[in-house]
């Protein structure tokens, strides 16, 4: 069931009134949506126990459709109206921000991070370091409660194509090939597409259909390979990669080590490395997007076991032994997580992050949590988008995969993306495509009445170009 909200947001976008009275108003405005909300979904109720007793299937089916719409805006509003009043530097409340897979706001907290990473760094100058790297600490800790990974290993980097590289130079490329797929994001597909412009070897093992990809990675692992690399959601169409055990165990059996893109599953979708037997595979981790850390948060994961010694390596991966005679010690690599460091970096980020870890827990806000809001947005604009009507050819759902097995946008298919994306974005509404497809992101503050406006700019603007 399709509502549209009235005003641009169906909110109140008065901001004349200081901080204070403007979070009084967002906790009035949301307990009384709140209300209103539980008693739509009575009447809702009555209604449906009438139509059974009395109307056809027709209605029955219509009274069950809208039923459930009210239950998804209720799950949804019961945290998002809770966290729009955390986020009012980036004033979520009155914007129409669906770029939560792209670059997700940060809470207000981030800001106290920023100023203590600022403060110790004044006070302390060179010994600021043991600090810094306590607040990394934190970021592991996490990782490791969200992948159910407590030995896992966590070396922090300033982008995930750094620690790419370093992990490519610790492999033996006298065999020089490389099993990818073709949906992957420009971090590992530019990069692998020079090597290949470079003489290795790669194989694109095609995404679709996604159904017996495991097999096809079997059929590609035949010959002689470096390392496989694949997404766990693939960033074109957020599609969950269901087989992604199965192409591990391919892996082991081959003796291939796997490395995984996991920057649009971390914290969308739990995933436990032990229980899916994982614990021996690399993992590509970011901070930027559904995490609220801010840039400079990214990860490597990697086997406790690991002994690698990557060719392309920095002093801060040996940085227990920089008091040492480097000549006599010859190229050294600390034990733990910082075997694939590079070199100084900036760690302020790291305390921006750690704020917002910190605000996580004391919000209550689980893994598990936010894996249900993302489901139910990505359903309720999923819904609404159908109901729309809007004509195929010129923008369609790229496809109809049920949200349990998606990530946290959705993504639809136009030959227009660009034109609509600009139009939205001067409408008020962000969103990102890429080539024909325009993605729509979510985030755990996006509340219904958002996503129902986004909806009303959505419709309007593909009747303006078609």
């Given at each position: 069931m399709y509502f549209l909200t009235s005003g641009p947001l169906g909110l109140d976008s008065d901001r004349g009134s200081g901080i204070g009275d403007r979070d009084r108003d967002r906790d009035r405005g949301s307990i009384t949506h709140s209300l209103v909300l539980v008693l739509a979904l009575s009447l809702s109720l009555s209604l449906a126990l009438s139509l059974a007793l009395s109307l056809s299937p027709i209605l029955l089916l219509s009274s069950f459709f809208f039923l459930l719409t009210f239950f998804h805006m209720f799950n949804i509003d019961n945290l998002a109206l809770k966290l729009q009043p955390h986020y009012s530097h980036f004033d979520v409340s009155n914007r129409l921000m669906f770029s939560g897979h792209s670059h997700q706001a940060w809470p207000d907290v981030a800001l106290e991070g920023l100023q203590e990473g600022y403060m110790e760094a004044a006070k302390l100058v060179d010994e600021k370091w043991a600090p810094?790297?306590?607040?990394?600490?934190?970021?592991?800790?996490?990782?490791?409660?969200?992948?159910?990974?407590?030995?896992?290993?966590?070396?922090?980097?300033?982008?995930?194509?750094?620690?790419?590289?370093?992990?490519?130079?610790?492999?033996?490329?006298?065999?020089?090939?490389?099993?990818?797929?073709?949906?992957?994001?420009?971090?590992?597909?530019?990069?692998?597409?020079?090597?290949e412009e470079a003489g290795v070897s790669v194989e694109r093992v095609p995404v679709f259909p996604l159904k017996g990809i495991a097999e096809r990675f079997r059929l590609a692992l035949q010959a002689p390979t470096t390392v496989a690399i694949v997404s766990r959601v693939f960033f074109m169409n957020a599609l969950v990669l269901d087989e992604l055990p199965a192409i591990a165990a391919i892996c082991r059996e081959k003796g291939v080590p796997l490395v995984v893109d996991d920057y649009h599953g971390t914290n969308v979708i739990p995933i436990s490395l032990r229980d899916t037997g994982m614990e021996d595979t690399y993992w590509l981790i970011g901070g930027y997007k559904y995490m609220q850390w801010g840039e400079g948060n990214c990860f490597l994961r990697f086997p406790s076991n690991c002994a690698l010694r990557p060719v392309i390596t920095g002093w801060f991966s040996s940085f227990n032994s920089l008091t040492l005679n480097r000549e006599k010690i010859g190229i050294l690599y600390d034990n733990g997580d910082n075997r694939f460091l590079g070199g100084t970096y900036d760690p302020i980020s790291q305390y921006r992050a750690a704020r917002v870890v910190q605000f996580f827990e004391e919000m209550g806000i689980t893994p598990e949590l936010l894996e249900r809001q993302y489901r139910t947005q990505v359903q309720l604009f999923r819904d609404g988008f159908k109901?729309?009507?809007?004509?195929?050819?010129?923008?369609?759902?790229?496809?109809?995969?049920?949200?349990?097995?998606?990530?946290?946008f959705v993504a639809l298919e136009t030959p227009h993306a660009g034109q609509i994306r600009v139009s939205l974005r001067e409408r008020g509404m962000l969103t990102d495509h890429r080539d024909t497809t325009l993605r729509i992101g979510m985030a755990p503050y996006v509340s219904s009445a958002q996503i129902q406006a986004g909806l009303g700019l959505l419709s309007a603007v593909v009747k303006e170009i078609v």
């Open positions: 810094a790297f306590a607040k990394t600490d934190v970021l592991r800790g996490w990782l490791r409660g969200f992948y159910d990974d407590p030995d896992g290993l966590y070396t922090v980097s300033q982008n995930t194509h750094d620690v790419l590289i370093r992990l490519l130079s610790s492999f033996d490329w006298s065999r020089g090939r490389i099993v990818t797929t073709d949906g992957e994001f420009h971090t590992v597909y530019r990069q692998t597409k020079r090597l109901e729309l009507d809007l004509p195929d050819h010129a923008i369609a759902l790229k496809h109809d995969v049920p949200s349990t097995s998606t990530g946290g």
